[in-house]
């Protein structure tokens, strides 16, 4: 079992940055795969990031050169620094982990841009 909480979300003008933070409990951090994800409001849920346990990362087309996903093992975090922020970027952000073929989400942040 793993749980999720996720934190750093909120109001940010067009341009601007935000982190967000999810720290996972309940299993070893360093073998988990971890991701962010978002939903639009009328849309589907996608994928913005991800890393793997070899730090391995790869981006959503949207994202790239704007958005940088990291982990901190020790801390049991994974970070997603947003920069640039455009208004398409306002979502609900949803951290997901994988470990031992189960996945896992957070309760999400709310990320809005707007002016």
């Known amino acids: 079992q793993v749980q999720l909480v996720e934190s750093g979300g909120g109001l940010v003008q067009p341009g601007g940055s935000l982190r967000l933070s999810c720290t996972a409990s309940g299993s070893i951090f360093s073998t988990i795969f971890m991701a962010w994800y978002r939903r639009a409001p009328g849309k589907e849920r996608e994928l913005v990031a991800s890393v793997t346990t070899a730090d391995t990362t790869t981006y959503a087309v949207s994202v790239k050169g704007r958005f940088s996903i990291s982990r901190d093992n020790a801390k049991n975090t994974v970070y997603l620094q947003m920069n640039s922020l455009k208004p398409e970027d306002t979502a609900v952000y949803y951290c997901?982990?994988?470990?031992?073929?189960?996945?896992?989400w957070g309760q999400g942040t709310q990320v809005t841009v707007s002016s």
């Open positions: 997901k982990a994988l470990a031992a073929g189960k996945a896992y």
